[in-house]
């Protein structure tokens, strides 16, 4: 059974950081991308960044260069969200989702992932 649990989320003061984590099971985590997604009350979901799990490319929304970077730990099964510099414009519910059908660029159109986490809250505050 394919999971992804994402942890990391709270409240934050503007200018502040925090880093998302993404936890995956159930597939071969090497092969696929994992992008992280945000959804703003009232608001649609949103794509954010990105990884390659294969070579490790990355592709972010111009909104978030710059301030967010996001990585992964093969050996974890793990892919991370740091954000710096964070807005009270950030504040939304940040998902973590699976592309797994072998893609070798990754985006953050929704309709490429197959596999979603619940969700974490991040509050930033001004």
């Known amino acids: 059974e394919v999971q992804l649990v994402e942890s990391g989320g709270g409240l934050v003061q503007a200018g502040g950081s925090l880093r998302l984590s993404c936890a995956a099971s159930?597939?071969?985590?090497?092969?696929?991308?994992i992008g992280w997604f945000r959804q703003a009350p009232g608001k649609e979901r949103e794509g954010v960044a990105c990884?390659?799990?294969?070579?490790?490319?990355?592709y972010y929304r111009d909104s978030v260069k710059g301030r967010f970077t996001i990585s992964r730990d093969n050996a974890k099964n793990t892919v991370y969200l740091q954000m710096n510099s964070l807005k009270p414009e950030d504040t939304a519910v940040y998902y973590c989702?699976?592309?797994?059908?072998?893609?070798?660029?990754?985006?953050?159109?929704?309709?490429?992932?197959?596999?979603w986490g619940q969700g974490t809250q991040v509050t930033v505050s001004s």
């Open positions: 989702a699976a592309d797994t059908a072998g893609r070798a660029v990754c985006t953050t159109a929704t309709m490429f992932y197959d596999y």
């Open positions: 159930g597939f071969t985590f090497d092969r696929y991308i």
């Open positions: 990884i390659s799990i294969s070579d490790g490319r990355t």
